[in-house]
């Protein structure tokens, strides 16, 4: 992947912060627990306006469980993407913004399994419903390449 040298004011223009996208020199990692999401805190990332959350005290409900069971990653080398017009597009994997290279990265949750248990979903009466779980798709706002040039879409 080449690294494409982007105008500062392109990050200036348009709101393109989005919980979901990152664009740090270092891949981020996720929370102690596995479930909530930590950008990275120095000037290695972009999106220093977004504030992680804060740690709250564990929950104490035993026994209760999700519907279905889901995996969440950072992807960092996506390359093509589907936008909200249906149209395939060209991913910026590597942006060089005021010679720093960054890296553009998704947060992606999906289903672990379509049918965490043998009747389907947990929680759904089986003896009435049929029922299994799918990935849904969100669309964010993310650095493309359009012909020559840069350009932010969903």
Same mark, same amino acid.
């Given at each position: 992947?080449?690294?494409?040298?982007?105008?500062?004011?392109?990050?200036?223009?348009?709101?393109?912060?989005?919980?979901?996208?990152?664009?740090?020199?270092?891949?981020?990692?996720?929370?102690? !627990?596995?479930? =909530?999401? $930590?950008?990275?805190?120095?000037? &290695?990332?972009?999106?220093? *306006?977004?504030?992680? +959350?804060?740690?709250?005290?564990?929950?104490?409900?035993?026994?209760?469980?999700?519907?279905?069971?889901?995996?969440?990653?950072?992807?960092?080398?996506?390359?093509?993407?589907? !936008?909200?017009? =249906?149209? $395939?597009?060209?991913?910026?994997? &590597?942006?060089?913004?005021? *010679?720093?290279?960054? +890296?553009?990265?998704?947060?992606?949750?999906?289903?672990?399994?379509?049918?965490?248990?043998?009747?389907?979903?947990?929680?759904?009466?089986?003896?009435?419903?049929?029922?299994?779980?799918?990935?849904?798709?969100?669309?964010?706002?993310?650095?493309?390449?359009?012909?020559?040039?840069?350009?932010?879409?969903?």
């Amino acid at each position: 992947a080449t690294n494409v040298f982007v105008d500062p004011k392109l990050f200036q223009k348009r709101r393109f912060q989005s919980p979901r996208v990152l664009f740090s020199t270092q891949p981020p990692p996720l929370s102690r !627990d596995g479930q =909530g999401v $930590e950008f990275l805190d120095s000037t &290695d990332s972009l999106n220093r *306006n977004i504030r992680t +959350k804060r740690a709250t005290h564990p929950v104490h409900n035993r026994g209760e469980y999700s519907v279905c069971d889901s995996v969440s990653v950072w992807v960092a080398n996506k390359t093509t993407a589907t !936008d909200i017009k =249906g149209k $395939e597009v060209t991913v910026m994997v &590597d942006v060089n913004l005021n *010679n720093n290279a960054y +890296k553009q990265y998704f947060f992606e949750t999906k289903c672990r399994d379509p049918k965490p248990v043998s009747s389907g979903c947990r929680g759904i009466d089986a003896r009435h419903w049929n029922s299994y779980c799918t990935t849904t798709h969100t669309f964010v706002k993310a650095l493309t390449m359009e012909g020559q040039q840069a350009a932010w879409r969903f």
